[in-house]
């Protein structure tokens, strides 16, 4: 075990030499975050941005923008009104309600007519649904307001009173009215999507695109570093090092896990720095869960014993150099790490099971919007560390069949 620590030391070293190498590892997928994360911003989300301009400040108006925050499917911003007008003329917000002064007093009077403004999107499709719903909930004070004045109206046209001396009636009625439009509100937003011939309902998963551009991006860098970083392999059997450590029992063995210990450790640090530098620079922690950080420890074991493979394969460096990015860009495409977060066709997904990063990406994904199957992380975990260790044992008989000839 010492010997694997001093030369899981020795190896760590020498990778940590060649720091642009680390750092390119590090600043290109920080790059690309960037780039997918704007191109991503325009793409449809789960989430449709409303600003909302109260003007009023009354307890009306509050509860008015309350209850729409409080709609699955809505994010609502808030803003001045030229603030307001320059997130929609920059489609950054679908639409934009403006709440007038004198609200509270207009519906106490029973009168909606243009107490709101509504400013949309020139391309929004969503905007004639959300403005039925926020006047769904005009409709639900107004007439709460209305039923309200009614009874108070009856009550003194009859003189009638109520038992036990109860405490306001028009606030009683109102409370009562407010209560029929429970459980089920007039208006509400239900996201579907179509897949295939069949429409799935899709559940509210609020998710930066950050953290959906970043982790593809950081899963398929990581197969890159750790691709080169194994090419010692091809280096130490053609300088007939390991012809010298065969020679001696079971060091070769030693030798070949210390590389793999000195690898985990590189890719660990990389994902440290990048988790890092992710929320300094951007604000977003991307993982959160320790389930996530289980299932890139499996996933970083199985792609270092995809890179012992082809450097027991490839017999020059220069092979493994060509070689490594058109597999890490192939596996990576077919994995979903340049996908949208959103869920691909089910060809496609199912296609991407075939690679270490969608069983990494999958897991992760569905760990980062907290609408997970544990079994399927069990799952996803199990078939990356025992992926890896089949390939692993079969390259290091493979190394030793080739420096035993």
Not at 263 to 275: D, K, R
């Amino acid at each position: 075990m010492y010997q694997i620590y001093k030369l899981a030391l020795f190896k760590l070293k020498i990778m940590c030499k060649d720091k642009v190498f680390l750092a390119a590892m590090l600043i290109i997928p920080l790059g690309f975050t960037l780039l997918t994360g704007s191109a991503q911003s325009y793409e449809k989300q789960n989430l449709i941005p409303v600003v909302v301009v109260d003007n009023d400040q009354s307890d009306y108006s509050r509860l008015i923008v309350e209850r729409l925050a409080r709609k699955q499917g809505i994010k609502v911003l808030y803003a001045g009104e030229s603030k307001a007008v320059d997130l929609v003329e920059s489609y950054k917000a679908e639409v934009a309600f403006i709440i007038k002064k004198g609200f509270k007093e207009s519906i106490l009077n029973e009168n909606i007519e243009e107490s709101i403004t509504l400013i949309k999107s020139p391309n929004s499709l969503s905007y004639g649904i959300i403005q039925e719903i926020l006047a769904s909930e005009v409709i639900r004070l107004a007439a709460n307001t209305s039923a309200a004045n009614r009874v108070v109206k009856v009550y003194d046209k009859y003189g009638l009173q109520l038992p036990n001396q109860p405490r306001d009636l028009w606030s009683d009625a109102w409370s009562y009215t407010d209560s029929l439009w429970e459980p089920e509100p007039l208006m509400k937003l239900e996201y579907k999507e179509l897949e295939g011939t069949a429409v799935k309902k899709v559940e509210h998963r609020p998710v930066p695109v950050i953290s959906s551009s970043s982790t593809g991006m950081l899963i398929m860098f990581l197969m890159l570093l750790i691709m080169f970083n194994s090419s010692w392999l091809i280096e130490e059997r053609n300088n007939s090092t390991l012809k010298r450590l065969v020679l001696v029992p079971g060091l070769l063995a030693k030798f070949y896990i210390a590389n793999m210990v000195a690898l985990f450790f590189t890719s660990a640090l990389q994902v440290f720095l990048f988790v890092l530098i992710t929320k300094v620079i951007f604000g977003v922690i991307i993982f959160t869960s320790y389930l996530q950080y289980l299932v890139l420890a499996a996933y970083i074991l199985a792609v270092i014993a995809l890179g012992m493979l082809f450097s027991a394969t490839f017999r020059t460096q220069a092979q493994l150099q060509t070689g490594a990015p058109v597999l890490a860009l192939l596996t990576g495409f077919l994995g979903g790490c340049f996908w949208s977060f959103l869920d691909p066709p089910g060809t496609l997904k199912s296609l991407a099971l075939l690679t270490p990063q969608g069983w990494a990406l999958n897991s992760l994904k569905d760990i980062m919007v907290k609408d997970y199957d544990i079994t399927f992380i069990v799952i996803s975990v199990a078939v990356l560390l025992l992926s890896g260790l089949v390939i692993s044992i079969f390259s290091y008989r493979r190394i030793r069949r080739m420096v035993s000839a």
